[in-house]
């Protein structure tokens, strides 16, 4: 039996006579995957084209706090590419959040500070994602989230489009 996870207390203590093999992604992988990101994400590539240095000081940056983890490397791009000037990223650079469990947190704080219908929305997808009893294909979620207590059936023209999901969601529904 091979179990995989990130370090969690009631697995150390479940398994505390298991074998362990720490395993985590080297730095330089994490860079050349956000050196792929930072060039598919519209935004921050534009500033990257105005101001080239950019894309270095944001590799840097965030494969220092990452810490060999490329869901902290993606949820801290997720993070910047909602800022709206290279000075807002310079100054979010400086503000990273260190461990995942701050970096959810932030997450949630973008989530619940949209518009109050977009935030209703979120909270809907992440509770299904949340409390569903396994992982929902894409197309499950958007009939769960288009149905409504008196529906007796999916109406197709009440499903969200993928894009609007994700978008909402901040990084945190892939």
Same mark, same amino acid.
């Given at each position: 039996?091979?179990?995989?996870?990130?370090?969690?207390?009631?697995?150390?203590?479940?398994?505390?006579?298991?074998?362990?093999?720490?395993?985590?992604?080297?730095?330089?992988?994490?860079?050349?995957?956000?050196?792929?990101?930072?060039?598919?994400?519209?935004?921050?590539?534009?500033?990257?084209?105005?101001?080239?240095?950019?894309?270095?000081?944001?590799?840097?940056?965030?494969?220092?706090?990452?810490?060999?983890?490329?869901?902290?490397?993606?949820?801290?791009?997720?993070?910047?590419?909602?800022?709206?000037?290279?000075?807002?990223?310079?100054?979010?650079?400086?503000?990273?959040?260190?461990?995942?469990?701050?970096?959810?947190?932030?997450?949630?704080?973008?989530?619940?500070?949209?518009?109050?219908?977009?935030?209703?929305?979120?909270?809907?997808?992440?509770?299904?994602?949340?409390?569903?009893?396994? &992982?929902?294909?894409?197309?499950?979620?958007?009939?769960?989230?288009?149905?409504?207590?008196?529906?007796?059936?999916?109406?197709?023209?009440?499903? &969200?489009?993928?894009?609007?999901?994700?978008?909402?969601?901040?990084?945190?529904?892939?």
């Amino acid at each position: 039996l091979m179990i995989t996870s990130r370090p969690l207390a009631s697995l150390e203590f479940e398994l505390e006579d298991a074998v362990r093999l720490e395993i985590s992604a080297r730095e330089a992988d994490v860079r050349i995957y956000l050196d792929r990101r930072l060039d598919e994400n519209r935004r921050i590539a534009s500033f990257v084209r105005k101001y080239p240095t950019l894309k270095t000081e944001i590799i840097d940056a965030v494969a220092t706090k990452a810490q060999g983890m490329f869901l902290l490397a993606r949820l801290h791009v997720d993070a910047l590419a909602t800022k709206h000037s290279v000075k807002d990223i310079r100054s979010a650079l400086q503000n990273l959040p260190r461990g995942l469990s701050d970096t959810y947190d932030e997450a949630l704080s973008r989530i619940f500070g949209q518009q109050e219908d977009d935030a209703e929305f979120a909270r809907k997808v992440l509770c299904w994602v949340t409390y569903a009893v396994r &992982p929902l294909t894409m197309l499950e979620l958007k009939h769960a989230l288009a149905i409504s207590p008196d529906d007796t059936e999916i109406d197709e023209e009440g499903c &969200p489009e993928e894009e609007f999901i994700l978008s909402l969601c901040a990084g945190l529904v892939l």
